[in-house]
């Protein structure tokens, strides 16, 4: 991803928005449970109709330089908010990406984004893939014509912060609230933790969760489901050769790191891996196995593989589906308005 510093700092030099007295409020819950979020709405209060303004937003194709791809294009919320069946993302003009769609969801709890953490902050994330020439490929000037060209959006800007002005900033908070608003946390495992009804676990689905901590939670920290951290996980750099937090932070430690992904929803998720060189679960098991390519900043928890049984696996793979959120993919306050 591209960097954007320059136009990030400019941004927040804004003066802040009036708090509109009229607009009405809504709630951000924190699941039961779960630890406090990152990013909280401090400076950005969330309202019914900020939220709907994002979600119009991220729907909106009129954010591309072309006019035919949307955040929506590459996060699809029957895909937990991922691109399903495209290893990497597709952009203007058929223009091939180098890295898979991460799922959005949870987003609050990130402390940085993209596979390689070059952004820190949620309300500057969408910069990098509205900038990004082989994503949407335009620029905030272009974007604020278009929305003042049309005759509903300065009445939704005007709702949300009192006044029809449209610019950069406001535009990204509102992105914000919607994107701060994707919490998966409705899941049989979520259910199971909280004692709640749906929530009955297998015995096959139980040795899953005791195998899966035995393994994989150092990195796949419970309940989110990563801990956020950059790792190299042995996967062999393809012809691309993509480097990772080392594109980002140029440090020779940091080469072929890549962000932990949450294990949620990984039924609708597929490909996996930062460029989605796995198809199934199965591939992905098969990796931590046999396929570990060993290299200077190799994760040394993975320096003898993970190797499991037949009957672990089986149940290891049992247990990853009970952190599927249906609720969450069929809700329709995410959905596009058409």
């Given at each position: 991803?591209?960097?954007?510093?320059?136009?990030?700092?400019?941004?927040?030099?804004?003066?802040?928005?009036?708090?509109?007295?009229?607009?009405?409020?809504?709630?951000f819950?924190i699941?039961?449970?779960?630890?406090q979020p990152?990013?909280?709405?401090?400076n950005?209060?969330?309202?019914?109709?900020?939220?709907?303004?994002?979600?119009?937003?991220?729907?909106d194709?009129?954010l591309?330089?072309?006019?035919?791809i949307?955040?929506g294009?590459?996060?699809?919320?029957?895909?937990?908010?991922?691109?399903?069946?495209?290893?990497v993302?597709?952009?203007?003009?058929?223009k091939?990406?180098?890295?898979?769609?991460?799922?959005?969801?949870?987003?609050?709890?990130?402390?940085?984004f993209?596979?390689?953490?070059?952004?820190?902050?949620?309300?500057?994330?969408?910069?990098n893939?509205?900038?990004?020439?082989?994503?949407?490929?335009?620029?905030?000037?272009?974007?604020?014509?278009k929305?003042k060209?049309?005759?509903?959006?300065p009445k939704?800007f005007?709702?949300?912060?009192?006044?029809d002005?449209?610019?950069?900033?406001?535009?990204?908070?509102?992105l914000?609230?919607?994107?701060?608003?994707?919490?998966?946390?409705?899941?049989k495992y979520?259910?199971?933790?909280?004692?709640?009804?749906?929530?009955?676990?297998?015995?096959?689905e139980?040795?899953?969760?005791?195998?899966?901590?035995?393994?994989c939670?150092?990195?796949?920290?419970?309940?989110?489901?990563?801990?956020?951290?950059f790792?190299?996980?042995?996967?062999?750099?393809?012809?691309?050769?993509?480097?990772?937090?080392g594109?980002v932070?140029?440090?020779?430690?940091?080469?072929?790191?890549?962000?932990?992904?949450s294990?949620?929803?990984?039924?609708?998720?597929?490909p996996?891996?930062?460029?989605?060189r796995?198809?199934?679960?199965e591939?992905?098991?098969?990796?931590?196995?046999t396929?570990?390519?060993?290299?200077?900043?190799?994760?040394?928890?993975?320096?003898?593989?993970?190797n499991?049984?037949?009957?672990e696996?089986?149940?290891?793979?049992?247990?990853l589906?009970?952190?599927?959120?249906?609720?969450?993919?069929?809700?329709?306050?995410?959905?596009?308005?058409?």
């Amino acid at each position: 991803m591209y960097m954007m510093m320059v136009v990030a700092l400019g941004l927040y030099a804004c003066h802040p928005d009036p708090v509109v007295e009229a607009a009405k409020e809504i709630q951000f819950e924190i699941p039961k449970g779960w630890p406090q979020p990152v990013y909280q709405f401090e400076n950005n209060p969330l309202t019914v109709e900020g939220f709907e303004l994002g979600k119009k937003l991220f729907f909106d194709t009129r954010l591309s330089r072309t006019n035919t791809i949307s955040c929506g294009t590459c996060h699809q919320q029957f895909s937990a908010f991922a691109q399903i069946g495209h290893d990497v993302s597709h952009g203007v003009d058929d223009k091939i990406g180098i890295r898979n769609s991460p799922p959005l969801f949870n987003l609050n709890w990130h402390t940085r984004f993209f596979w390689d953490g070059g952004v820190n902050h949620l309300e500057v994330q969408p910069i990098n893939p509205i900038q990004n020439p082989v994503e949407m490929d335009e620029n905030f000037g272009n974007i604020i014509q278009k929305l003042k060209n049309d005759a509903d959006y300065p009445k939704r800007f005007a709702a949300v912060f009192g006044n029809d002005s449209i610019t950069s900033q406001r535009i990204l908070k509102t992105l914000a609230q919607f994107m701060g608003m994707l919490v998966s946390s409705h899941s049989k495992y979520d259910k199971y933790m909280r004692q709640e009804a749906g929530g009955e676990m297998t015995t096959a689905e139980l040795n899953g969760l005791q195998i899966f901590r035995n393994h994989c939670a150092a990195c796949h920290k419970e309940p989110l489901f990563s801990d956020f951290s950059f790792r190299n996980n042995g996967l062999k750099p393809s012809v691309v050769n993509d480097s990772g937090r080392g594109h980002v932070t140029l440090q020779p430690s940091d080469m072929y790191l890549f962000k932990v992904p949450s294990l949620r929803n990984l039924l609708y998720t597929s490909p996996y891996m930062h460029d989605g060189r796995f198809s199934t679960l199965e591939a992905v098991l098969n990796h931590y196995a046999t396929g570990i390519y060993s290299s200077a900043t190799l994760d040394p928890l993975l320096s003898n593989g993970i190797n499991l049984t037949p009957q672990e696996r089986k149940d290891l793979l049992a247990f990853l589906q009970t952190l599927n959120d249906e609720e969450f993919i069929r809700n329709k306050r995410f959905q596009e308005q058409r």
